[in-house]
């Protein structure tokens, strides 16, 4: 591929012809926009927010290379001024968020842009794409660790993620969400991620015999031998490392795990543990890996089986169970006054917005509440600036937004803590304030439509 | 993001690991990896081959940069003769492939790559990364070409595509299986693909009146007068478009279509095609959009709704029915030996293979013969060099490859043209000779294991 991804022109053709139009007719004001997700995939109890951190580098580096802009006075689609405009643009908007890692319901805003129309216009497909994908895979990961708080996790997901950005970002999303790290090496450089990784069945085929392959993997990487016991037979696999075991302990290498990826994985286990345990490794642990998600974590669990640890690939990196959210970035007030959009099942709540969230006194999360960004009230104000006239106010680290995300997880209601839909969900207050003026800004539109 | 995503750091821990351990033990004879799918996904008759160009690219470029080595040497894991190694690696190797635009059918291999075992290990993830995310969504894209072949069909998935990367390559698989082009500026750009766009909800939102939006855009974008009327109410707009349309068309500007992107599709698309009718604007078409697939296109020209053309975003970008495929990319031989993994449910075929296709006289698909590379035959041989010594031997245009898609996809057995699982799926024999390959395959390998 010769063109990046943080080029403006990773974006959908209508903001651009829209840009134009918004240019030709003097329409520069400031606007307003606000992604929110408009409801919860099934089985969620709540979403996890996430990709803030990408979304700020995007706008921080926007900018047309002079390539660029000579490629699109190419399609002939497009008037000089645009192309002067585009030429000129950077983001020196303002942007309000969620921090990352924050639990969040339908309708509420995780991140609002303020900008001259054209550049919050502009922004709307990269910003989606950025926030959309690592808030489902964030929200997907908590839900393996809410089914495995103990147990070593590890996102496997890079092969079948939908390709390579996607499997980079799935690695942080998880991470944030809590998992302890990622096979990805790339995610390990960019984001500072523990990362893991041993052996593949490849590894054991290439060699004649599955002792020899054992020992050669173990000589070579000594701090870091969990050998894949399944290529053939899972329990003879295990046998033969307890066969190697004295002779590697004699070079004063530990055998840390054996990792089994296929057929009935806690049966294995509970044979496997056994073999090792008879055989004096009873400080070997047990990972597993293989077609995993949050409710074959939570079978393992329930049932006692001796596993310690994770690997989750394909069914984390692609939220196979939910693959998308239904979400939007919504123009919400434009030169000042309140907008909306009423199309059938997809109207929206009018105005800049802000989240009050309230707890218990033991300190779960009680309700929130969705009210006008300039209706002050108590409680702790979820939505806050993270950029000012295109300067970052604040960059946290992945582990402070992990941590938070760790601490906001186990301050959720226990019903909201389970796998499946809870009985009642999250109570999300909407303001009178709120409904107000979303009445106001219909009131507003001169078209023949009903009231929502 | 300050990586590259063609960086070979982008790969699973677990390679760097094995071929420490590789070069180690002296393990760099030839090996002969493929990659092929274990089985369809429910509902799919066929998947359609494609991302050999990508991982083309990706073999042709590979190599560890200064900074990488660097990184690497860095996480105190890898040893002076793997970096040394890693330092000067390139890709001089043969790939063997089906031509992208190929239907294909379990088992059957869609690559070959045949490069020292280092190598050839090493660029696993990243080959599996590209293959599966291109074949997946080329195989969905087919589905909406074959449930409507007429409608002009444009891919709206970037923003809740996985991502960026997914966004353009989802474009590409795309128009390579039949769709007309996508609203992706970048794949325009990148794959020259026709790129389509004109307002979204907003443009209507930031006008006060929805008429002077339609007459803003239409006088901005004259050639490409798209007008989006549901933002309020859809016949309204409908009306509103009938009566702008004498004023535009004294300006010389024809009102290609518009655009309904919620409700009841089909109802809004008949009322709006009498309003549009009455008002003179019978040469207006109608463009549709929102959560589409291949089922609902069906309903719509089942029902002959009079809708002539179909945006398609999320469904189509995440395959939302079927967001993986069971893919892998596996040893097939080692130092001339063939070899495979037994663990089970995951058995595969060992050595290297070809697949002949047979037609019927009628021109149509008969059936698949899958054998081993050196058991020549007559019939058409899909797997045909494409890389040797790491130099690519031809370079088939995306045009051409979708060409090869759309007529071999019309050379298909009618009931696997249909959405619904076939009651008799394409034949595919396994050969004698590839059963005594694998059989012998079996019998060399010392670990106590019951045959397959």
Redesign the interface.
Known sequence: ???R???P??????????L???L??G?EDT?V?EFFVRKLPAGRNFLLAAGLA?VL?YLEALHFTAD?IA?LAG?G?F?PRLLDYLAGLRFEGDVHAMAEGTPCFPDEPLLRITAP?PVA?LV???V???L??QT?IASKAARLRLAAPEALLVD?G?????????????ARAGYLAGLDGT????A???FGIP?????????I??????AQAFE??A???PD?VVLLI????TE??AR?VVDIAPRLRAKGIRIKAVRI???DLAGHARRVRRILDAGGLTDTGIFASGNLDEYRLREFIDAGAPIDGFGVG?RLG???DA???D?AY??QE?AGIP????????ATWAGRKQVYRYYDTDGRLARDCLTCADDARDGEALIQPVMQAGRRLARPSLDESRAHALASMQRLPPPLQTLETAATPCRVEVSPALKSVTRKADT???????PP
């Open positions: 591929m010769t063109s991804l943080d080029s022109l990773l974006t959908d053709l209508y903001q651009l012809t829209m134009q139009s918004y030709d007719h329409l606007a926009f990408q580098d660029e490629w399609t689609r008037n129309l216009q709307e497909s990269r989606i794409n950025l959309h994908f489902l496997f890079l092969r079948r993620a939908h390709a390579g950005e996607a499997g980079l970002l799935a096979a990805t090496v790339l390990g450089r960019e990362i893991f990784g041993t052996m593949a069945h490849s590894f085929e290439a060699h004649d015999d599955e050669h993997f000589r070579s990487q870091n399944d290529t053939y037979d003879a696999g033969t990826d296929s057929g394909t692609v939220s196979s693959p998308y959210l979400c919504k123009l434009y907008r909306r959009k009423r199309s059938e099942g997809k507003r539109i001169a078209a023949d439509a009903s």
